[in-house]
């Protein structure tokens, strides 16, 4: 299975930016993007487009808020992944997600929140976090996760590029 990962997009208008950026998407078999959409025209737009899976984050309106979860736990094959945005006070973004789900059983977090890139883990458990592909904030790079699921392995895969 293939899944691409994003998180904080940040788009205010539609200036077609979001179509030349997913157009490469297009036959992903999912699209996760963990919190901060900031409209809900975004939301609309990949669930339109895209076997979507998303969260809430702390940047996104109350139609969202009302249409997704704050933290989702899913089964992706034989892994099961916890999705959060990671917002709050205290801690480190990616301390924040790892005790979103420190009481769950899953084998993959993936977040945002912070726009910093990682492929890391944490206790044994893999920690995903996609940066963001349109707001890079203090990064060099755009960047998002290109994860393929198989039964027997994870392939996450950090793409960087200046645009």
Not at 36 to 42: H, K, M, P
Not at 89 to 111: L, N, P, Q
Not at 128 to 147: A, D
Request: with cysteine; charged share 25%.
């Amino acid at each position: 299975m293939e899944i691409v990962i994003i998180s904080d997009t940040h788009l205010k208008k539609n200036t077609g930016q979001l179509d030349k950026l997913l157009a490469k998407f297009k036959g992903v078999d999912l699209m996760i993007h963990a919190g901060d959409y900031t409209e809900d025209w975004v939301l609309k737009y990949l669930q339109d487009n895209f076997n979507f899976i998303g969260v809430w984050g702390n940047n996104d309106d109350d139609t969202i808020k009302s249409t997704l979860e704050e933290k989702l736990i899913v089964e992706i094959g034989p892994y099961t992944f916890g999705i959060c945005h990671a917002h709050g006070k205290g801690k480190t973004t990616i301390e924040r997600a790892y005790s979103y789900f420190e009481a769950d059983s899953v084998d993959v977090i993936i977040f945002g929140h912070s726009h910093q890139p990682i492929i890391s883990t944490k206790k044994k458990v893999l920690m995903l976090n996609p940066g963001s592909l349109i707001n890079k904030r203090n990064e060099r790079w755009y960047s998002y996760i290109h994860l393929k699921a198989d039964p027997k392995s994870l392939e996450a895969n950090l793409i960087i590029s200046e645009m």
